[in-house]
C-alpha cells in the first residue's frame, strides 16, 4: 500500500500567490516525522520542514509552513509569496519511527511539480 | 565544501559492466543511505547503514551492493549493470540522535546504462 500520496503531479502558481501542496500519508506507527524536500532542476534535495507526529503546533520555516492534520493523515506544505525560484519539484517524506531497527528510513511521495509564473 | 559528496557526477556505462558509486562525507553522522529516483518518481531506499559493520536492505536492493569503508565513505556497486538501473543515485546521512533525524543529500550521480 501506498505509504506517502501526493496527487498533484503539477501545479501553476502565479508569482506572489501562496500555493498548497497536499500530502496524505498512512502509518500504524504513534511516533513518526514528516518532512518536506524541494528538488530544483538541478537535481539536488534540499531540506525545507519538518513536523513530528507529537508537536502541538504546526511547523514553519520562513515562507513554508506545514498544515498538519493528524487525525486526516495529511501534511500539506504551503508555500506563501511564491518566487520563480520556487518553480521545482517537491517530495513528502515520512519517517515512520526512530528505534535502530527502522534506521529513520524515509519514504517518499512521487512528487509535486510547481511552476511559478511570473 | 559540501558536507556530502558523490562521485562520479555522470556516469556512462554499458551493459554488463561492474561501477562502483562513492559517497563520502564530513557531517560525523553514523547513519547513511542510497536511493535511487526515476524519472518523475521519488526516491526509494537501495540500502542503509547504521555503522561500519550495520548494514542493511532496503525495498530495492537486488543488483546492488554496498560497502562501508568507513564512518565517512558508503559505496554503491552494481555487479553488472543493466539498462534499467539508469537512474539518478542519491546518498544521504543522518545523526542517530536529535529532533528530527533529517537526511542530508548529496548532489546525486546520474547514472545512464546503455
Known sequence: AQKITQTQPGMFVQEKEAVTL????D?????YGLFWYKQ????????????GSYDEQNATEGRYSLNFQKARKSANLVISASQLGDSAMYFCAMR??????????????????VLVKP | DADVTQTPRNRITKTGKRIM???????????????????????????YSFDVKDINKGEISD????????????SLSLESAIPNQTAL??????????????????????????
Not at chain 2, 30 to 47: A, F
Open chain 2, 63 to 74: 543488483g546492488y551492493s554496498v560497502s562501508r569503508q568507513a564512518q565517512a565513505k558508503f
Open chain 2, 21 to 47: 558509486l562513492e559517497c563520502s562525507q564530513t557531517k560525523g553522522h553514523d547513519r547513511m543511505y542510497w536511493y535511487r529516483q526515476d524519472p518523475g518518481l521519488g526516491l526509494r531506499l537501495i540500502y
Open chain 1, 96 to 113: 515512520e519511527t526512530v528505534i535502530k531497527a527502522a534506521g529513520n528510513k524515509l519514504t517518499f511521495g512521487g512528487g509535486t511539480r
Open chain 1, 22 to 25: 497536499d500530502c496524505t500519508y
Open chain 1, 40 to 51: 530544483p532542476s538541478s537535481g539536488e534535495m534540499i531540506f525545507l520542514i519538518y513536523q
Open chain 2, 89 to 114: 543515485y542519491f546518498c544521504a546521512t543522518s545523526a542517530a540522535s536529535g529532533r528530527s533525524h533529517e537526511q542530508y543529500f548529496g548532489p546525486g550521480t546520474r547514472l545512464t546504462v546503455t
Open chain 1, 27 to 31: 502509518t500504524s506507527d504513534q511516533s
